[in-house]
Antibody, heavy 122, light 111 residues
């Protein structure tokens, strides 16, 4: 059974940074990208970027470029998303998600973590 | 980058059919697959359609997807509407440089 288990809720002050983890199990970690998605309260889903666990390279949405770093630790099958220079606009639930594959098919963003709430307040 | 625009909300009675559109602003909707996700309050999204019109196992055949190049749009149709279909629905696609975009989201209300 594929599982993505995220770290717990965080509270930060404006200007600080936060680093969220996403531990995967049930599949070969390097087989699929890990994507990160932001959802502010009452708002829609926003793609932040992805990390390729095989080589550690990240691709980031323009909105977050320069403030976000996505990494992958192959020794622990864990992906990380660090967001810096936080503002109140970054108060949101953050999800990690990955593909499902098998039988010749691949379904993007099929498995999702439970979400991590980050609250930014002075 | 491109945008995916959806209607803010749709509503219909049980047993009826609703169709949600997803219009791509730049580039052809046919050039990259479209996925559709369902999200209930407090829960993570789940896939209802992948690769434009494919249903994952476990998704009822009341859900169908299509694309229309003439309007540069994708559509999600839910037929035989049930109360359990009430949720937010998001389309999603990507471009050639591995950048992904979600649609603005549509709230489906079952009257």
């Amino acid at each position: 059974e594929v599982q993505l288990v995220q770290s717990g809720a965080e509270v930060r002050k404006p200007g600080a940074a936060v680093k969220i983890s996403c531990k995967v199990s049930g599949y070969i970690f390097i087989d699929h990208y890990i994507h990160w998605v932001q959802q502010a309260p009452g708002k829609g889903l926003k793609w932040m970027g992805l990390v390729d666990p095989e080589d550690g390279k990240g691709i980031y949405a323009e909105t977050f470029q320069g403030r976000v770093t996505m990494t992958a630790d192959r020794s622990t099958d864990t992906a990380y998303m660090e967001l810096t220079r936080l503002t109140s606009d970054d108060t949101a639930v953050y999800y990690c998600t990955t593909a499902r594959s098998g039988g010749g098919l691949e379904i993007l963003m099929y498995y999702w973590g439970q979400g991590t709430l980050v609250s930014v307040s002075s | 980058n491109f945008l995916l625009t959806q209607p803010h909300s749709v509503s219909e009675s049980p047993g009826k059919t609703v169709t949600i559109s997803c219009t791509r602003s730049i580039g052809s909707v046919a050039s990259n697959h479209v996925q559709w996700y369902k999200q209930r309050p407090g829960s993570s999204p789940t896939t209802v359609i992948y690769e434009d019109n494919q249903r994952p196992s476990g998704v009822p055949d009341r859900f169908s997807g299509s694309i229309d190049s003439s309007s540069n749009s994708a559509s999600l149709t839910i037929s035989g509407l049930k109360t359990e279909d009430e949720a937010d629905y998001y389309c999603q696609s990507y471009d050639g440089s591995n950048h992904y975009v979600f649609g603005s989201g549509t709230k489906v209300t079952v009257l």
